[in-house]
């Protein structure tokens, strides 16, 4: 895989993703206090606003790395950051596949903004990252990320009883593949 320039910005009709930067740990921040906002994803509510500066470090390593490319996702228009999405290899031994990960601060759901990033990265992975399959998941009460995967033409793969560990206790996952279309045979 060739490398990923960290000033890499993939542009949508309506936004802009470009690398993180420590100038978004207050969006971070912010919506990790909303009460159960972070329910659906593995990560957990930081608390100070040091430990985000730690994992934002550890995401730009990881970029340089090859390992995972962390997007934040900005309203074009206004430059106005609001959500987050990373891609990132499952496996160092299996190189063409891929995981994605997104969310949207609140102020900006039911926009259609995460299907339009998520879009923007699934090409990314496919053109860029020389993926040939991405996967994806959500805790199985997570109707908006389903919605989301679904409109993303992602094919349900099965459940994931053990998906990710939240306060101690595993949260059951649906998961989720979307593939690289290949040149079909013509009839
Ligand atoms: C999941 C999430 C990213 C969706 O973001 P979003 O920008 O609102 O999603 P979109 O606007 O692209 O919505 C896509 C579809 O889902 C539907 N949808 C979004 N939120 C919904 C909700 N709360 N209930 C029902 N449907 C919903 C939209 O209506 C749209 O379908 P439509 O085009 O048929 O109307 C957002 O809810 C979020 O950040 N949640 C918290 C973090 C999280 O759980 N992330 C996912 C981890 S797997």
């Known amino acids: 895989m060739k490398s990923i320039p960290?000033?890499?910005?993939?542009?949508?009709?309506?936004?802009?993703?470009?690398?993180?930067?420590l100038s978004d740990i207050?969006?971070?921040w912010s919506i990790s206090r909303i009460p159960g906002f972070n329910d659906g994803m593995a990560w957990e509510p930081p608390e100070t606003k040091e430990e985000l500066v730690t994992i934002a470090e550890k995401n730009l390593i990881n970029w340089k790395d090859g390992k995972a490319f962390s997007f934040t996702i900005e309203i074009a228009?206004?430059?106005l950051p609001m959500g987050r999405i990373t891609i990132r290899r499952v496996d160092k031994d299996k190189p063409d596949i891929?995981?994605?990960?997104?969310w949207i601060h609140p102020d900006h759901w039911r926009?259609?903004?995460?299907?339009e990033a998520a879009q923007a990265v699934i090409n990314f992975g496919f053109n860029d990252?020389?993926?040939?399959?991405?996967t994806t998941a959500h805790a199985i009460w997570n109707t908006p990320s389903k919605k989301v995967?679904?409109?993303l033409g992602f094919q349900f793969m099965g459940i994931n009883p053990c998906g990710f560990?939240?306060?101690?206790?595993?949260?059951?996952?649906?998961?989720?593949v979307i593939e690289i279309k290949k040149p079909g045979k013509t009839l």
């Open 129 to 134: 990252l020389a993926a040939s399959k991405i």
């Open 111 to 115: 926009l259609g903004y995460a299907t």
């Open 77 to 79: 228009e206004t430059n």
């Open 26 to 28: 207050d969006l971070v």
């Open 149 to 151: 995967i679904e409109k």
């Open 165 to 176: 560990m939240k306060e101690g206790k595993s949260v059951p996952e649906y998961e989720y």
């Open 6 to 21: 960290i000033t890499t910005v993939l542009q949508t009709e309506r936004l802009q993703l470009r690398s993180i930067s």
């Open 98 to 102: 891929w995981n994605i990960g997104f």
